[in-house]
């Protein structure tokens, strides 16, 4: 349900899904807020500067999301 949720934000901001990889259910490194495990998602995304901004404060203001990494892929 949240994973569609991000797509719906992806969308809002004029993004695009290139690739999304379920990764499951995996053992944390290290316990955050009392979790020890989490769901894993991989996503592909093009975005425009401005959308990056705005997805990751959404990420920032979701509970269930523990953490999240942004990476620039180069061409």
Known sequence: V???KVQEWIAAVSGQ???VDYWGHRK???PIRNFTEGF???MNLQL???GVRDL???FQFTEQILRYLTVKQED
Request: avoid cysteine; hydrophobic fraction near 45%.
């Open 2 to 4: 949240l994973v569609e």
């Open 17 to 19: 899904i290139v690739k």
């Open 28 to 30: 944390l490194a290290y």
């Open 40 to 42: 894993y998602v991989l």
């Open 48 to 50: 425009p500067p401005d």
């Open 56 to 58: 990751e404060r959404r």
